[in-house]
């Protein structure tokens, strides 16, 4: 694994993006694997900067969604369908017809279980994910692969925990809007990429940094698997890294 600590937000967001740069083919199109949340914002927008300075092309990649939310309405601006169009396609140029979403429409857990089941075969139909890009939750989860999460899980339907409910209210009115399931790719599915790439900033990630990186790999801490992929890199700043020993 490595760890990058950088003394800025900025640099985190620059150092991150030349490591996903630098794990994508130039012989076929590219896969990224996309989080949404606050820790990639300032990656997309290295990305971007990128994108515009001719040193990278998005426009014949694929983008797939660690996430979604089950139930929201279509187009709702917090689905992270709508979230990475705006956040990603618009700003690296990955075309919207490219871009994959779980889906979270379904009505039945059958329809949801078929849709990830479909997700998951539309991963491998392109060749696989280059570089997972990935956020860490306050409590150690990965994409929304909360604790107790099976390590070898593939994308499937998940209850959200009481602790990313109240984390994620901020982006609703009230946290009665934030639903309560998601679909999310499974840590056997994040570990399927070729590299991995976690972005974090901010004392309130510290523990789990640590925990992550340096505890027992176990499913009470999802990002744990972190350790057993064989090209981690995190990228963190100096609040985050501050409980590495
Ligand atoms: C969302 C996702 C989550 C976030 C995590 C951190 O697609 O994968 O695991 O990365 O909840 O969220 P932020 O970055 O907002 O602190």
């Not at 949801?112 to 306050?138: H, N």
């Not at 390590?151 to 984390?167: G, I, Y």
């Amino acid at each position: 694994m490595e760890i990058i600590v950088c003394p800025t937000p900025e640099e985190v967001g620059r150092r991150a993006a030349d490591s996903v740069l630098a794990a994508l083919p130039d012989d076929r199109d590219p896969v990224l694997g996309l989080a949404t949340g606050s820790s990639p914002l300032g990656l997309y927008r290295e990305l971007g900067r990128a994108v515009s300075e001719g040193r990278a092309d998005f426009s014949s990649a694929y983008g797939f969604a660690l996430d979604e939310y089950v139930g929201l309405p279509p187009g709702h601006p917090q689905g992270y369908h709508q979230v990475l169009l705006r956040e990603v396609s618009e700003t690296v140029g990955l075309p919207p017809d490219r871009l994959n979403v779980p889906d979270g429409s379904g009505r039945t857990l059958a329809e949801l279980t078929a849709g990830a089941r479909a997700y998951e075969e539309r991963i491998r139909t392109v060749g696989g994910v280059d570089v997972q890009i990935l956020g860490i939750g306050a409590n150690g989860h990965l994409g929304f692969n909360e604790p107790g999460s099976a390590l070898t899980s593939r994308t499937r339907v998940k209850r959200l925990a009481a602790r990313t409910r109240t984390d994620n209210a901020r982006f609703f009115e009230t946290i009665e809007d934030v639903p309560t399931h998601c679909v999310t790719q499974g840590l056997g599915t994040i570990l399927d990429a070729r590299r991995l790439v976690l972005v974090a900033t901010g004392s309130a990630k510290a523990h789990a940094i640590a925990a992550a990186a340096e505890g027992p790999l176990t499913a009470s801490v999802p990002a744990s698997i972190l350790q057993w992929h064989a090209d981690t890199v995190l990228v963190l700043d100096e609040d985050a890294a501050q409980l590495l020993t």
